[in-house]
């Protein structure tokens, strides 16, 4: 066993659950996290429609994370709770991918997540984030759309053509939208 691994750096579960946004189980799960003896090394929250989605990464000793299935299972008999769970590994860095942020707005109509989503995957371009909402502006009651994507550029790509394809894109889309350095 090498030392990363009895440190705990290398056990992983990747836990995510779904329920109405009244029984939100956040405290339910970060405390069988801790529980376990495990640490929270990332999460995501958000409610969509009347339920929340709750996405965490627990980390620890092998022991731990076993420890830390039993309970989920355990958990996962709430017949409310759509609950799923399964080991991963730590990410890889990646210093050849530049992040990105990209936002993106436009009069709501469908298909603009797909043709933004089907540019960056023609180019070889992961999207490492992305939140979008449909919202009715206050001003005039317009239907809009609204996406923020955070993405991996390969440092080989030519970042000012690449920028000035995919403005182009959105100028023939009457999309308004920016890219720019993620700066932090």
């Known amino acids: ?15 995510h659950a779904l329920t109405p946004a009244s029984r939100a189980p956040l405290l339910a799960l970060t405390k069988r996290i801790a529980d376990a003896g495990c640490s929270l090394s990332d999460a995501r929250v958000s409610t969509i429609g009347n339920d929340t989605s709750l996405l965490m990464l627990a980390a620890g000793p092998w022991d731990a994370i076993a420890k830390l299935e039993t309970a989920l299972a355990k958990l996962g008999r709430d017949e409310e709770l759509r609950l799923s769970h399964y080991r991963t590994g730590p990410r890889e860095p990646n210093s050849a991918l530049l992040p990105y942020l990209v936002e993106v707005v436009a009069a709501d109509r469908p298909g603009i997540l797909v043709k933004v989503v089907e540019f960056f995957t023609r180019h070889d371009i992961r999207v490492e984030q992305l939140s979008s909402m449909r919202y009715q502006a206050m001003q005039t009651g317009a239907q809009m759309f609204q996406a923020q994507i955070t993405i ?25 939208a920016i890219m720019d350095p993620v700066k932090f």
């Open 1 to 15: 066993m090498n030392r990363s691994a009895r440190a705990g750096t290398d056990n992983q579960l990747l836990i």
């Open 152 to 176: 991996g550029i390969p440092s080989q790509i030519h970042l000012a053509t690449l920028r000035d394809d995919f403005l182009e894109l959105c100028d023939g889309l009457n999309l308004d």
